[in-house]
């Protein structure tokens, strides 16, 4: 507990409020005897934490930009990937309670299951020191400009750009093809081909489909430009 402490940035003056953010539904169901519950109370409360910091934030930083495009950057920071990603700095698969089966199945290393949390720690953080302390630590892990910048990354719609540049030119055709898929099922890996007229224009690799056709597409952008 010490060790997520400091790499949070915050001393819990009750450490059950991160205690309770940890316990996964299966673990509480394991322990239902115990009085053990799980951390989905907290989640629903940090997503709506860090629903408004990071509208708080987005507008103030862009005073310029409309109401559909500060709904796509935060919808795009506040996303599954980011918060997983916020996640694995934190070390937080390592502090979860889970259930025997959840454990088996992969659970620590489970994207979903780690966004989660990172919205019951957040939630936590602000039980326990207030509005101003959930606000810092946010800030600290996910609205930085580095995140930001990958946040600009990811609203990116490569397989658009792809279709647009590929229709300057007449009887072009694309097809997304999946080639293969790598690891056990809690963290498989999806490789995929963008072909341009029949042959590969670029291959691309990630967490889900929808991800490795945009990095297929990426790569044949990158090629073709």
């Given amino acids: 507990m010490q060790v997520l402490e400091k790499k949070l940035g915050y001393t819990f003056r009750c ?9 996964h539904s299966s673990y509480a169901n394991e322990h239902r005897c115990c009085g053990v519950s799980s951390n989905e109370r907290l ?6 934490v860090l629903g408004l910091v990071t509208a708080d934030y987005l507008y103030h930083k862009h005073p310029d930009l409309p109401e559909g ?3 796509r950057m935060r919808a795009a920071l506040v996303c599954e990937e980011s918060l997983y990603e916020v996640a694995q700095s934190l070390g937080l698969g390592n502090e979860l309670r889970l259930g025997k089966g959840e454990e088996a199945g992969g659970g620590r290393c489970r994207p979903s ?8 720690v957040f939630a936590a953080v602000y039980l326990d020191g207030g509005m ?28 658009t750009e792809l279709q647009e540049l590929v229709q300057r030119r007449s009887n072009q055709t694309l097809h997304y093809e999946m ?13 995929c081909a963008v ?6 224009a670029g291959t691309g690799t990630g967490k889900s489909k929808k991800e490795a056709e945009q990095a297929a597409a990426r790569a044949a952008l990158q090629a073709l430009q």
């Avoid at 780690?114 to 019951?120: F, H, N, Q, V, Y």
């Avoid at 080639?179 to 490789?191: E, R, S």
């Fill in 113 to 120: 299951i780690l966004a989660d949390a990172t919205e019951s």
């Fill in 69 to 71: 495009d500060l709904t």
């Fill in 195 to 200: 072909l341009l007229n029949g042959q590969t």
């Fill in 15 to 23: 450490k059950e409020q991160l205690q309770a953010a940890l316990y």
């Fill in 43 to 48: 989640e629903f409360l940090g997503d709506a």
């Fill in 179 to 191: 080639i293969g898929a790598t690891g056990p099922d809690h963290a498989k890996l999806f490789t």
């Fill in 132 to 159: 101003e302390a959930a606000r810092a630590l946010i800030h600290r892990v996910l609205l930085d400009k580095e995140q930001e910048e990958a946040v600009e990354e990811r609203r990116r719609d490569y397989k």
